[in-house]
């Protein structure tokens, strides 16, 4: 998973040795052999501005359009215009707000702390690559092809255990929809004005599922399922199912909660996901 998390997409263009730790693995490809990697992001010029600063800017940011074009410097129309290209490019993807209106009728008037709130879509890479490229690589550039790799192993330590819970969530919505044997006919995150879900899923027959991705090095606990109900109340979602994808496991008091409404799944079982 964690290899994947850096390599997923073109993981056919290169000979990675498995048996090797991650950080050597890094090394050996992003340190020594920058320039061989470079060639792989194609069009060239998207590592030119102002196509470098808006891919870095998607990489590093949490996806909404205004926090991208903020962080990239760039206007909204020529924002925009970029983002359409890079669709065209099988780069990148949009994902709608499934948020409902603030406003249920015309003229209903807001509190004031919601009258800037924008409900906006997402722009999410296509491939692991070129997420952590443009995340970890390219904000390096000019020191890798020096050969220092200092501040990009700093950053690398610091950030990288967050590339692994995007893929994780990921992979835990493959699996979500593989368990309901594929059978969901909507599947993805779900943000609104109050909180942020990792999953929220509806099945063809109306079953609501709500869930919640967590790669940690410590087990889950019920606190994590209090928290997600308390979260759901306050955002207004009708929930059928939770389901909650620990990297660890969950605590015993979890499993043992006997909870009708309740899914558990654990490393192992993504292992499904390559039958």
Same mark, same amino acid.
């Given at each position: 998973?964690?290899?994947?998390?850096?390599?997923?997409?073109?993981?056919?263009?290169?000979?990675?040795?498995?048996?090797?730790?991650?950080?050597?693995i890094?090394?050996?490809?992003?340190?020594?052999?920058?320039?061989?990697?470079?060639?792989?992001i194609?069009?060239?010029?998207?590592?030119?501005?102002?196509?470098?600063?808006?891919?870095?800017?998607?990489?590093?940011?949490?996806?909404?359009?205004?926090?991208?074009?903020?962080?990239a410097?760039?206007?909204?129309?020529?924002g925009?215009?970029?983002?359409?290209?890079?669709?065209?490019?099988?780069?990148?993807?949009?994902?709608?707000?499934?948020?409902?209106?603030l406003?249920?009728?015309?003229?209903?008037?807001?509190?004031?702390?919601?009258?800037s709130?924008?409900?906006?879509p997402?722009?999410?890479?296509?491939?692991?690559?070129?997420?952590?490229?443009?995340?970890?690589?390219?904000?390096?550039?000019?020191?890798?092809?020096?050969?220092?790799?200092?501040?990009?192993?700093?950053?690398?330590?610091?950030?990288?255990s967050?590339?692994?819970?995007?893929?994780? *969530?990921?992979?835990?919505?493959?699996?979500?929809?593989?368990y309901?044997?594929? *059978?969901l006919?909507?599947?993805?995150?779900?943000?609104?004005?109050?909180?942020?879900?990792?999953?929220?899923a509806?099945?063809k027959?109306?079953l609501?599922?709500?869930?919640?991705?967590?790669?940690?090095?410590?087990?889950?606990?019920?606190?994590?399922l209090?928290?997600?109900k308390?979260?759901?109340?306050?955002?207004?979602?009708?929930?059928?199912v939770y389901a909650?994808?620990?990297?660890?496991?969950?605590?015993?008091? %979890?499993?043992?909660?006997?909870?009708?409404?309740?899914?558990?799944?654990? %490393?192992?079982?993504?292992?499904g996901?390559l039958?």
């Amino acid at each position: 998973m964690e290899l994947f998390a850096v390599f997923g997409g073109v993981e056919a263009s290169l000979e990675l040795d498995f048996f090797d730790d991650i950080e050597t693995i890094i090394r050996f490809n992003f340190v020594e052999k920058y320039r061989v990697l470079n060639q792989l992001i194609s069009p060239s010029y998207l590592i030119e501005e102002p196509y470098r600063f808006l891919l870095v800017a998607i990489a590093r940011g949490d996806g909404r359009l205004s926090n991208v074009f903020r962080k990239a410097r760039v206007g909204e129309t020529l924002g925009l215009r970029l983002l359409d290209e890079l669709v065209e490019l099988d780069m990148v993807e949009f994902e709608d707000s499934r948020e409902p209106a603030l406003k249920k009728y015309p003229n209903q008037k807001l509190e004031k702390s919601l009258r800037s709130y924008k409900i906006e879509p997402k722009v999410r890479f296509k491939q692991p690559f070129h997420r952590f490229w443009f995340g970890f690589v390219e904000p390096y550039h000019k020191e890798l092809i020096r050969g220092d790799s200092k501040h990009f192993f700093e950053n690398f330590e610091q950030h990288f255990s967050r590339l692994h819970s995007l893929v994780f *969530e990921q992979l835990s919505h493959e699996l979500l929809n593989h368990y309901y044997n594929n *059978e969901l006919t909507i599947n993805g995150n779900y943000w609104d004005v109050h909180s942020e879900f990792d999953i929220w899923a509806e099945h063809k027959n109306g079953l609501h599922i709500l869930g919640e991705c967590k790669y940690t090095n410590r087990r889950v606990c019920k606190s994590e399922l209090s928290k997600l109900k308390q979260k759901a109340q306050t955002s207004g979602l009708k929930v059928d199912v939770y389901a909650l994808f620990s990297k660890n496991g969950f605590s015993n008091e %979890l499993k043992n909660s006997h909870e009708k409404n309740l899914l558990l799944f654990e %490393l192992e079982d993504f292992r499904g996901l390559l039958e």
